[in-house]
């Protein structure tokens, strides 16, 4: 009894502190890797994508469309063919020639690169927007339907022709100085932080066009276009999946799974008398 006692009251050395101090540090690291380094709501990958909470979800959506710089990085790792725009492109500027199926082997490859890093949490996944997302992060219904005509919204608003900067649209118009692409961000961003949302390059969606499973879903709306109906918030278009153009880029979203629900706690029984009444 004695000797556990001064064993007790004897300081501990240096080292072993140091050894505690580490191991404290290293859960700490890795709590905030598993929680994806981020608060729920944001969170910056390792290409320097940030990504913002689509609300009501617990999907993470890029504040804006993937760029040359980031698709290089899978071009480089992976050896996909990936054509030539045929204009001159900055680094920040959208990846554009680029497929529904190339957009979609980047999510994966990217996925399981940042899992293998220990960067993703394993029950997160890369994919690309559903048209329920997007809508949310124009701030049209989550259900919008997609009918052309069914809102008069622009991502700027209602007015037309469209105010000076209102984004990156056909030279036609004189909103813009841009010719073709335009960095990443070049204009304002919308309410909830998401850039290039109309404007710059159309962005595939994980959604089939319509019933017959050929066509997937285009939003957003590009460098080239100028007629109204096509600069509507609310305008989709489809294409095959196989089908590149230098006005088709992409964004990513991240998955997440639902949290856990709250426990119930239950308050205990009290043997108070019941309220009287009037
Ligand atoms: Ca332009």
Redesign the pocket.
Known sequence: MRVVNERILTPLPIFPMFLRILFVFVCVAFLAVARGNASDDTFTNTLGMTFHRVPGTQTLLCLWPTRIQDYRVFVRATGRHWPDAGFPQGDTHPAVCVTWEDAKAFANWLTQKEQAEGKLPPTWKYRLPLETEWNIAIGLPATSSGEETATQIFPWGTQWPPPPNA?????D?Q??????T?PVASFKSNALGFYDMG?NVWQWCEDYFDRSADYRVLRGAS?RMRDPDDLLSSKRIGNKPDTCLTVYGFRVAIERPAPPPEPVVSTPSTNSAPASKP
Not at 167 to 171: A, M
């Open positions: 984004g990156n649209y056909s030279p118009l909103v813009d100085s841009f010719p073709r335009s404007g460098w």
